[in-house]
């Protein structure tokens, strides 16, 4: 084995999959803390109460010093147009709050999920994007529960397709799912 196969192969955009409490957004970070010094999170959630508030601080002092942060609920295709640029690493966290902001907003989901997966493909930069995988469990009772579940699988399915990898985290062990050589990939 040539020292090129121990090279791992350069990967744009990784999606991080998993259910709650799983450990996702921790895999991310500490991947993202691997490439290099400059990171961005952009967050998507927002304090609509103390305990979501409670939340957000908890995640940022998480993350600790290092870190840039840029909040956007809905316009996640444009920010990272913006922001990814070569020598930067963007943890996008989490697709599924931004679905749900759409969903909330009156938005229709389709076209922005059909414009993230696009813009994935021309990204400047390495971005890792976090999402819960929610069509596990059982169907939900109400309609915009159900609706929001099949947006989710809709969402997750395309991201995928448009990223270089894919993850799936359970119990805090990630799982490959869009194959690379090595799960500990130094993001280019």
């Known amino acids: 084995m040539g020292q090129e196969d121990d090279i791992p192969p350069r ?7 998993g259910g709650a ?15 290099g010094s400059e990171r961005l999170y952009l967050a998507t959630a927002e304090a609509g109460d103390d305990e979501m508030a409670a939340r957000i601080a908890r995640h940022r002092a998480d993350r600790g010093q290092g870190w840039a942060t840029l909040e956007e609920p809905f316009e996640i ?4 147009d913006a922001e990814a640029r070569p020598g930067r690493v963007v943890v996008v966290d989490c697709l599924t709050l931004w679905l749900s ?8 989901p389709g076209g922005a999920v059909a414009g993230l997966a696009r813009a994935i493909g021309a990204l400047a930069g390495p971005t890792i994007l976090v999402s819960n995988e929610v069509g596990l469990g059982i169907v939900p009772y109400h309609k915009l529960g159900r609706e929001f579940r099949d ?12 990223c270089d990898a894919a993850v799936f985290i359970a ?16 993001l280019s």
Not at 11 to 17: F, K, P, Q
């Open 77 to 80: 295709a444009r920010a990272l």
């Open 101 to 108: 902001n759409l969903m909330l907003a009156g938005r229709e």
């Open 11 to 17: 990967v744009r955009s990784l999606l991080v999959l």
């Open 171 to 186: 119990a805090g062990l990630p799982v490959q799912l869009k194959p690379v050589r090595a799960l500990s990939v130094r």
């Open 151 to 162: 947006w989710q699988g809709r969402a997750n399915r395309e991201i995928a397709q448009a």
């Open 21 to 35: 409490r799983s450990g996702k957004s921790a895999y991310a970070q500490s991947l993202a803390e691997t490439y």
